[in-house]
């Protein structure tokens, strides 16, 4: 490794981040991060924290899983790779296959497709929905229905349906016929409405009025997730997702539940959709699926929509579509592993406790500083702290000093996420109550400070 002033002088001479202003990189050195053991980080200035950022909502199962890295090390020497495109397979991605359907059998999944990654699940569903309405004989039904708020990575597909400006504007015309709904977030929306039950139907009617302006049979796809994460942890009314499960039903159009966060226990539940009671016909899954030891996503398909490409006899139901890495055997390996262990661990019940505890320690907080708009969470380890200058205006705080405050929570022992001016927070699912404390502490100095 290159000595410590060196990485902290040259470490964005040649490398961009994601998410980041390349000139901002050089100016501002990135925290640089060596190490990681359970629950925490450690930087090259050897400071180690709390990550209650869980690498980016995927290191579920912590840092120091050990079953999922031998695997990870035993299939490099057996298979490190080979091909799944049509033709030929390897055993480890069957295996990973069945790993997967079982996991999600109760949501009425029974197909994989496997990916490298979040954004390319969501793609592979929105084409294969496309190609379903096809092959059913409505290829008329080419248009996307997402929410507002609503993050679905960053390919052309998944940043058309994406609800947040910011990841869509430098890239735009994106692809046409994406329209978005308002987001079940009951602090802000245009009906001004804080009852989240409330806020649910009117958004449910919106959706039916949208259908009836577009035609319902123009429309291929709903895509939503069951509690939107990067857009601030934005929980809906326990009835939301089955009321938007009714109306796709009810005019033909498929529902797709982005899980690449939600999965594998984070709300608490195996699935998002399951916490809410709702069967999608199509999910994107990714990050827990290896807890971030290796990339691989998976999109899933139900039976129903199985059927439609698998009885097809005239070739048109041919998937022309797929990646280098789809079903890589490594990441399959891991992918086998870290189900198990995520069974094994029972890691959704600890997902549930202690996302109580981290919901219930930041609603305190909100009582102590009024600079706290709203705490959002409570159902699992996914926790948003939105800040305000002014709270009877809500007035969104100000950039300098959400960076400000990110600083002083970190070097009290705790790394956060900041999504704008909210504090975002998805620790490993198998973090200790211990741990939590150590946030809240955390979090306490931070806000005390400003
Ligand atoms: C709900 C959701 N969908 C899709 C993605 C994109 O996943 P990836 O970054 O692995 O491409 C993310 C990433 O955070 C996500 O939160």
């Not at 569903?125 to 004989?137: E, N």
């Not at 039950?197 to 009836?212: G, H, P, R």
């Not at 797709?256 to 959709?273: M, P």
Request: hydrophobic fraction near 40%; charged fraction near 20%.
């Amino acid at each position: 490794m290159k000595d410590e002033n060196f990485l902290k002088e040259n470490n964005a001479r040649h490398l961009w981040h994601p998410m980041g202003h390349p000139g901002d990189a050089q100016i501002n050195a990135p925290k640089i991060i060596k190490g990681a053991d359970g629950a925490h980080i450690t930087d090259i200035d050897d400071h180690r924290v709390v990550d209650a950022v869980g690498g980016l909502w995927c290191v579920n199962l912590g840092y120091s899983n050990d079953v999922v890295k031998d695997a990870i090390a035993r299939q490099l020497y057996e298979l490190p790779y080979y091909s799944a495109f049509a033709g030929t397979s390897n055993p480890t991605a069957i295996e990973a296959s069945y790993a997967v359907r079982d996991f999600f059998a109760e949501d009425g999944m029974s197909r994989v497709f496997f990916t490298s990654g979040g954004s390319d699940s969501v793609e592979t569903c929105l084409r294969l929905t496309r190609q379903y309405h096809r092959l059913r004989g409505e290829p008329t039904r080419t248009k996307f229905l997402s929410l507002k708020k609503g993050y679905h990575g960053t390919h052309f597909g998944g940043a058309s349906v994406n609800g947040n400006n910011r990841f869509r504007i430098a890239y735009e015309p994106l692809l046409p016929g994406c329209f978005h709904l308002p987001s079940p977030y009951s602090y802000r929306n245009p009906f001004e409405q804080t009852d989240p039950s409330k806020l649910a139907q009117s958004i449910a009617n919106a959706m039916e009025d949208e259908i009836v302006f577009q035609g319902a049979n123009t429309i291929a796809a709903f895509i939503m997730e069951p509690i939107q994460g990067a857009g601030g942890v934005i929980v809906p009314a326990a009835s939301f997702m089955g009321l938007m499960r009714a109306i796709c039903h009810r005019h033909g159009i498929l529902m797709i539940s982005d899980e690449v966060i939600t999965g594998f226990g984070r709300s608490g539940h195996a699935s998002g959709a399951r916490h809410w009671g709702v069967k999608p016909d199509m999910m994107c899954t990714a990050k827990g699926i290896t807890s971030g030891y290796f990339p691989v996503g998976a999109a899933l398909m139900s039976d129903a929509v199985a059927e439609v490409f698998e009885s097809d006899t005239t070739g048109e139901g041919a998937i022309f579509h797929g990646y280098t890495y789809s079903a890589h055997p490594v990441g399959a390996a891991a992918v086998v592993a870290c189900l198990t262990e995520t069974l094994r661990l029972d890691t959704k019940t600890n997902a549930a406790a202690r996302g109580t505890q981290l919901h219930q320690g930041a609603l305190k907080l909100a009582e102590k500083y009024d600079v706290i708009g709203d705490v959002r969470g409570g159902h699992g380890l996914m926790t948003g702290i939105e800040l305000v200058s002014d709270k009877a205006a809500k007035t969104p705080m100000d950039n300098a000093v959400m960076k400000r405050l990110h600083q002083t929570v970190y070097e009290a022992g705790t790394m956060v996420r900041l999504g704008m001016h909210n504090i975002l927070m998805s620790p490993p699912l198998t973090i200790t109550e211990a741990e939590i404390d150590r946030v809240l502490d955390a979090l306490d100095t931070g806000l005390a400070s400003l």
